[in-house]
């Protein structure tokens, strides 16, 4: 019976190595395979375990939004599974094959980079602007005589609601390669309002309106504290400049305050009898008509 199975074991392993030859396999290539799998299994899982709790706290650390981690996390699990691969490729003995891939894979992304030289440079943007953070969701910003509170901001784009309702869609790109300006970022906002006076009216009590409405407003800070500074001598008037400050704003705010102040000072100012001129033109000569007698015979 010993000698039967001795006889029938290396016959059955000899049927099945004929068999993965014929297809085109050997125990070789099966056993690569095998190692191939189990290993980018294994670095991508212990990728994901170690990297991805580090990366997780750098994004903390940088006070990102919810919306703006979701990309890059994206991002980072791709590039672990990318060199999961790599170093599986390696385990396996395919270097020859890995090296094949990577000169494709390099005249590919030369190709590609081509191609898509916009959308590549709209994408790393959008990382400077993850990462930089020169405006959040919900900011009130402006740039190239375009204003609106910000919407969405993703790897390419980002989507801006105007004030007129409209959705802009601004590649990512042109917000890096223009100034932004962020009136929100700083908490705190400066607002200038200009106000202008009669030659004859008195430039102290206009002053003390201006400073006075300003501070009986709620809305406007008492620290830094309302100033007022004459800034022209015009035409027909003379000019004098409010500089106040709210706190916290967004663009309802300030339109809303700087409205409020506006109509107060200008009630104060008829009240007190200040005159708010407006620019006048005067225009002299004569208005000399030829040929009136010609046409007056015509008519007879």
Do not use: C
């Not at 981690?69 to 599974?81: E, H, T």
């Not at 869609?169 to 929100?184: E, I, S, Y």
């Not at 705190?188 to 400073?211: H, N, P, Q, S």
């Not at 004569?286 to 008519?299: K, P």
């Amino acid at each position: 019976m010993n000698g039967l199975v001795s006889t029938i074991v290396p016959a059955t392993i000899g049927t099945a190595e004929d068999s993965l030859e014929t297809i085109g396999l050997d125990i070789e290539t099966i056993a690569a395979v095998g190692v191939f799998v189990a290993v980018a299994a294994v670095a991508y899982l212990v990728g994901r375990a170690i990297i991805s709790p580090l990366f997780n706290r750098v994004l903390n650390a940088r006070n990102l939004d919810a919306h703006a981690k979701r990309p890059l996390k994206k991002l980072m699990n791709f590039l672990i599974l990318f060199a999961a691969i790599s170093i599986a490729f390696g385990a396996a003995g395919f270097g020859n094959f890995l090296r094949s891939l990577a000169t494709i894979a390099a005249a590919a992304t030369l190709a590609i980079g081509f191609a898509l030289q916009d959308v590549i440079k709209n994408f790393v943007s959008g990382i400077f602007i993850f990462t930089d953070r020169p405006f959040r969701i919900g900011d009130w910003i402006e740039w190239d005589g375009n204003s609106g509170i910000v919407e969405d901001i993703s790897l390419r784009v980002t989507r801006v609601r105007t004030f007129d309702n409209e959705l802009l869609t601004v590649p990512n790109g042109h917000l890096t390669d223009t100034v932004v300006k962020n009136p929100v970022a700083n908490g705190r906002l400066r607002l200038k309002v200009d106000f202008g006076i009669g030659y004859d009216d008195d430039i102290e009590k206009a002053t003390e309106i201006i400073v006075e409405e300003a501070e009986a407003h709620e809305g406007i800070l008492e620290d830094p504290a309302p100033s007022v500074r004459l800034v022209e001598l015009g035409d027909s008037s003379v000019g004098l400049q409010s500089r106040i400050w709210i706190d916290s704003p967004t663009r309802a705010d300030f339109v809303k305050t700087r409205g409020e102040y506006v109509q107060t000072v200008k009630e104060r100012f008829d009240a007190e009898g200040i005159n708010i001129p407006y620019p006048n033109r005067t225009i002299g000569g004569d208005l000399q008509i030829q040929g009136i007698e010609e046409l007056a015979t015509q008519s007879d």
